[in-house]
């Protein structure tokens, strides 16, 4: 044995990486909540009553999600107009067009149009909770919220800066119900949060604590999502729930109302080698950015974009209905009736609301027809599923 080794320290053993917790992990586990990991965090999966019991009470009344490791962002700078001009050489959206209180839907994208992510971009009232929340306010997914902030930090000019809010929560309260419940715990409040329309927002003091609330959410049903300082999100969640409308669901339910509503996660349905175009979301890319537009292009991947717009892409998002009940899940390969394959399967589950197989998947321009009929490859076999419009289930928005 050498000197060199006798000192040596022992190798070092990688200790595993802890998940984050948000500031409801203690209330997920006193309501029973089975927490597993999820994007670098630990989050309920479901509790004692279920996911179909919690898919179905998002249908049918209120259904309280923590969505607190989702990325919230503020951006500021010398004003709503420099900085809404900065963040359109990185999106296709209209920021500059976007109304005090309103909110929008767009994608950061590569040179070739893929989507890095998908993401929330909100106007809120000039000084909203204090100034809170920025000129700018985004949300971004959870697993992408280290790359978005990069890029942003990367691409804003000099004096536009990105804050990501380490301080604050997100509640998602979903259902016909959600409203009417979230207007009991706050009755002062009433009136403006009736008022708000499908992607509008508006700062209310909810059960003590300053919120930034969005009419919006990931289930297609009516609802609100709610962000609130982290160190009041475990009173406001035990307020919303001792309503007897609202229930706590978890991921599980989150992703089954979601495919049913045929809604995009990011790492299936998007990811950097898919575009907006392919997964069904031109209509997130208006006039004003598009060829002709006033501010037609001007982001990565726009003449990708363009010319998908003009051509029509190779592939198409699709919905499937499985002709069988045979779950057909991610990952699994589509051929048609002659053997050929022809696409993939990127999303798929045995639907609570529809009682049958449902799948997303991208296939061929050519087999994206509405009733044509393909097979998935599951278990060695090829079980017939057909394509189906999206969404599964209407949306039930309030949009008037």
């Known amino acids: 044995m050498t000197a060199a080794s006798d000192s040596a320290p022992a ?22 909540g089975k927490i597993v990991p999820f994007a670098g965090w630990a989050l309920p999966v479901s509790y004692p009553q279920g996911q179909v019991a919690e898919h179905r009470h998002a249908r049918t009344a209120a259904a309280l999600f923590d969505v607190s ?61 204090g100034g809170v929340l920025g000129s700018v306010f985004l949300v971004v997914n959870a697993s992408n919220a280290d790359t978005d902030l990069a890029l942003l930090r990367a691409g804003l000019p000099a004096g536009i800066t990105a804050t990501r809010l380490h301080d604050r929560a997100l509640l998602a309260l979903q259902g016909p119900e959600a409203v009417a419940a979230l207007a009991r715990v706050a009755p002062g409040a009433a009136d403006t949060l009736n008022a708000l329309r499908f992607m509008e927002g508006a700062g209310v003091e909810l059960a003590g604590a300053a919120c930034w609330v969005v009419r919006s959410g990931y289930t297609g049903e009516d609802g609100v999502e709610i962000s609130v300082p982290a160190d009041q999100a475990v009173a ?34 998007l990811d950097v080698s898919i575009t907006p175009i392919e997964a069904g979301l ?12 006033a501010r037609a292009g ?35 390969a589509l051929h048609d009736a002659a053997g050929r394959p022809v696409g993939r399967v990127c999303s798929g589950t045995l639907s609570p609301g529809v009682a049958q197989p449902i799948a997303m998947a991208y296939v061929e321009a050519a087999c994206a027809a509405e009733g044509s009929t393909l097979f998935a490859q599951v278990r060695g076999r090829g079980v017939p599923v057909t394509v189906s419009a999206l969404p599964f289930v209407p949306h039930r928005y309030r949009r008037a």
């Open 298 to 332: 001007g982001y990565p991947g726009a003449a990708v974009v363009e010319a998908q717009l003009r051509e029509g892409p190779a592939r198409r998002r699709v919905g499937l209905l499985a002709q069988e009940r045979v779950p057909v899940r991610d990952g699994a």
């Open 69 to 129: 490791h989702m990325g919230q962002v503020r951006l500021d700078g010398p004003g709503f107009k420099a900085i809404a001009t900065a963040l359109e050489a990185l999106l296709p959206a209209d920021v500059l067009g976007l109304a005090v209180g309103k909110q929008r839907y767009s994608q950061f994208t590569t040179a070739e149009a893929g989507v890095v992510d998908d993401l929330m971009i909100a106007r809120p009232p000039e000084g909203a909770l």
């Open 282 to 293: 031109a209509w997130s890319i208006p006039k004003v950015r598009r060829a002709g537009g």
């Open 11 to 32: 190798p070092a053993t990688p200790s595993p990486v802890e998940p984050q917790r948000t500031p409801l992990h203690g209330l997920h586990q006193r309501l029973g």
């Open 236 to 269: 406001l969640a035990e307020a919303l729930l001792a309503d007897a409308a609202v229930q706590p669901a978890g991921l599980g339910a989150r992703d089954t109302l979601r495919l049913e509503a045929g809604l995009c996660l990011h790492g299936h349905e």
